[in-house]
């Protein structure tokens, strides 16, 4: 294989690695979920302006669940009052909503195809 290549293989495991983030923030909460917001910008980042499409595409999904749950913590944890009972219950709503669509996202990766992007051509076109 040669260094101008990304294999399919790698495409589809660049694809998943946001969403796997996501599901260990909703299992592990505490401090994972900070941690993954800060990781997580640096892999949304890379991933977002991958050479191949699908991978930036995927990437953005699973940010839209994540960013938007966080940013509802945010807006209605400003609110709370100091009690641990409603972080639990907005963390299992949270949970509710994130954890089936990184599932179903990791799902629809496994059963997309994935091609070899030849660098090469991409630096071709992006010249043009």
Not at 99 to 125: F, G, H, T, Y
Request: some cysteine.
């Amino acid at each position: 294989m040669s260094k101008n290549v990304i294999t399919g293989a790698s495409c589809k495991s660049a694809a998943k690695w946001f969403n796997y983030g996501n599901i260990l923030a909703m299992l592990i909460p505490l401090p994972f979920f900070v941690l993954w917001f800060g990781g997580s910008i640096v892999l949304y980042a890379i991933n977002r302006h991958h050479p191949n499409e699908k991978v930036g595409e995927y990437t953005q999904k699973a940010a839209h669940s994540f960013y938007a749950t966080a940013a509802l913590l945010v807006v209605v944890g400003t609110f709370f009052p100091a009690d641990v009972f409603y972080y639990l219950v907005f963390w299992a709503v949270s949970a509710a909503y994130v954890l089936p669509m990184a599932i179903m996202d990791i799902r629809k990766i496994n059963r997309d195809v994935w091609d070899d992007v030849n660098l090469n051509s991409v630096r071709e076109q992006t010249q043009s």
